[in-house]
């Protein structure tokens, strides 16, 4: 039974990966992360990147680190200076 998985079930990382020309598979050649950690990267919401795996894959695809961080963290803020004490 062939499992389909829609932008709906993306994790973040998956769906700024999904827009990017490069399989899995590739990615996974290039990085020398594994075939299925970059899977759960893509689908899995418990899975959380590290910093070595996200700077690997910005070299990989060719892209700014900060620019895959910028992506996930977007809507990301501190709380208001007068919560801070």
């Given amino acids: 039974m062939k499992r389909c998985v829609g ?39 418990k899975s959380k990147p590290s910093i070595e795996e996200i700077y690997l894959i910005a070299l990989a695809l060719e892209v700014k680190y900060n620019e895959i961080v910028e992506f996930l963290c977007e809507g990301l803020k501190l709380r208001p200076e007068e919560e801070w004490d």
Avoid: C, N, V
């Avoid at 700024?16 to 950690?37: E, M, N, V």
């Fill in 7 to 45: 932008k709906e079930t993306l994790t973040k990382l998956g769906l700024y990966l999904s827009k990017k020309p490069l399989s899995q598979a590739k990615l996974s050649r290039r990085t020398g992360i594994s075939k299925d950690r970059i899977s759960k990267l893509h689908i899995d919401i």
